[in-house]
């Protein structure tokens, strides 16, 4: 194992590190390593409850995630609040080893949020929120890997056994290594076989009609109505063979997945930041109006429907940042950004913070106009009252805080669920002043086409 300590001064770190603790506490050993793939390493991090996290954003950040240190999930309308307290409260407790260490080793807490905070679905009900404090962690940054490995202190000496598992797993890893190519092959991904497909269209014609009534008589600015199909698989798809694939088709996106246990994985490649904070600066997109790549640059641009529904979401975001003492900046005309088969219109905003916590201001990003609509309030009401389906985590910020308050949280759409053998797929479309319900219909259709597409799935 190629690692700058050996595992005398390893130990030796974890032993001081311990002496920092006052009372109970987490302690936190992190191990240079060869510059792993995190997303071909996440299996051998497995642990016994099955949570498993990954955020890939190669040749950029790659992390992988597993087991729960400490973990925290509730519903109701103070989750952003009570996520912030949970988010400080853990880091405060965390005693980490006295090493320098890139930003990318950084320990962090885990963020998954569903998009309404409460779920009306009884048979399948997310909590509003889920944090976890991850008990492993390998990243990977400018081609350099970190594990680090998180334990409550509770009574008694823990460093020799802190080190001595780290060791052992860096080891374990390392030799996995030297027999799996780095990444998987380059090989035909099987098609997946279908038993069953739900038929969509019919509940989106009616709810869409009811939307841009709203819209026409003026009740709403914008309102986005999003279905729901379900799959019934023969054998499930293997989230992480489908999250490298997508490395080459959806270069620009985050490859994500946060699985509960092995039967429950949510998973996707989000285009869209809600927000990214770093060393002070925020960055949000405005990401809204779409087409198929095939169709070429000019048709957005040119779109006066389009134009106006991206112009709704960066005035929107412009305005939450006011509100809360911030000066935003943003280019005067958008961008056209490819993700895989689709283009979007994309204006990224900026500005320094003036003291606010991430989640404060996730909270009033969340949900943008590009996936709820205008006003945000009635636009959500409406949602509730038009959809037929719960929207669990689609749409909803994912990611995380590291603890040097840094943080992503990218809004999970282009995403699946899946339960066993069953597969989730959502999309949606934004309805505005001349819209066309048949339009709206054909670009849902075609996102759904593009996720079959990327799943391997037979396009009906």
Known sequence: M????????????????????????????????????????????????????????????????SGRTNHFALSG???????QHFIDSSLSRLVCAPQPIPAHARPRILLAFSFFDTSFDTKNKLPGIQAVL??????????????????????????RRLAEELWLKAESLVAFSKIVKEGYE????????????????????????RGLELVDKHELHKLV??????????????????????????????????????????????????????????????????????????QLLQSDKDRHEHELVVSEIKKILHKHGMYPHHP???????????????????????GQSPLSLAKALH??????????????????????????????????????????LRVAIRSARQQNHQLELTAGAGLVSGSVVEEELQEITLKLAVMYKQLNLPIN
């Open 367 to 408: 949900p943008t106009p590009a996936v709820a609509g205008l006003p945000q309030r009635d636009a959500m009401d409406w949602l509730r009252s038009l959809e037929n389906f719960e929207r669990g985590n689609y749409a909803a910020p994912i990611g995380w805080v590291d603890t040097h308050g840094d943080s992503e």
């Open 332 to 354: 005067s005309r958008p961008y056209l950004t490819r993700h895989g088969h689709l283009m979007h219109l994309h204006t990224p905003i900026t500005a320094y913070l003036n």
């Open 186 to 209: 380059e090989k035909e991904y099987p098609t997946a076989k279908v038993i069953h497909s739900s038929v969509w269209e019919e509940n989106y014609i009616n709810p869409a009609k």
């Open 77 to 83: 309308p103070k989750r952003f609040e009570l996520a």
């Open 2 to 65: 190629q690692a700058a300590l050996s595992f005398t001064e390893l130990l030796e770190l974890a032993t001081q590190t311990e002496q920092q603790l006052k009372g109970d506490g987490v302690l936190s050993l992190a191990l240079p390593i060869e510059g792993l793939d995190p997303l071909l390493h996440l299996p051998q991090l497995e642990e016994d409850d099955s949570f498993q996290f990954l955020w890939d954003k190669s040749p950029g950040l790659s992390l992988a995630a």
């Open 225 to 298: 109505i999003a279905v729901r199909q379900y799959l019934i698989l023969e054998e499930p798809i293997k989230p992480l063979q489908l999250l490298h694939r997508l490395r080459t088709e959806q270069r620009g996106s985050c490859r994500f997945l946060w699985q509960i246990n092995k039967r429950d994985s949510f998973f996707g490649a989000s285009p869209e930041r809600l927000l990214v904070v770093r060393q002070g600066q925020l960055r949000s997109d405005a990401l809204a109006g779409t087409s198929s790549a095939c169709e070429g640059d000019s």
């Open 134 to 159: 991850p008990r492993w962690q390998l990243s990977r940054g400018s081609g350099k890997g970190w594990l680090r490995l998180q334990m409550n202190a509770g009574s008694g000496t823990i460093a």
